[in-house]
């Protein structure tokens, strides 16, 4: 089990959307490569349309850490961050990426801010590299 980039003690195996996620409860949770394109597709699959909730829905911002230097839990090196649908992602280019806790929903919260992610014709390529 790898370790939380964080706090390291190791992580715990989680199910989301049919993928094996590492989770450490106070921190966040690790993402093997492929996998948030994978879980951001179910999401899209299981509520791909316009609800009333989305009227009210805001994007939102989870804080940013300039300073802080994680590293990967698989192989050790630094992760580069990134904004990702407006939320900054930790990321091994190797390995997948790592997401502070909430940042998941974070992202799902402003995907469906984009209309064309819900009509599914969203060209997701670049996404795939996560
Ligand atoms: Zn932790
Ligand atoms: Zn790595």
């Known amino acids: 089990m790898p370790a939380c980039p964080i706090c390291k003690t190791e992580m ?13 409860p106070a921190h966040g949770m690790w993402l093997d490569k492929g996998e948030l394109v994978g879980i951001t597709e179910v999401e899209r699959q299981k509520h791909g349309r316009f609800e ?8 939102v911002r989870p804080p940013r850490h300039e300073r802080r230097a994680l590293s990967c839990p698989i192989c050790g090196k630094p ?12 990321w091994c280019r ?25 009509r599914g014709i969203r060209v997701r390529i670049a996404d795939t590299q996560y």
């Open 52 to 59: 009333w909730a989305d009227l009210f829905r805001k994007e």
């Open 12 to 24: 715990k195996s989680h199910l989301i959307d049919g993928y094996q996620t590492d989770i450490c």
């Open 94 to 118: 190797k390995h997948g990426v790592w997401l502070d806790k909430g940042e998941l929903d974070a992202i799902l919260n402003n995907l469906r801010l984009d209309p064309s992610f819900l």
């Open 79 to 90: 992760t580069v961050r990134e904004l990702y649908h407006d939320v900054e992602i930790d």
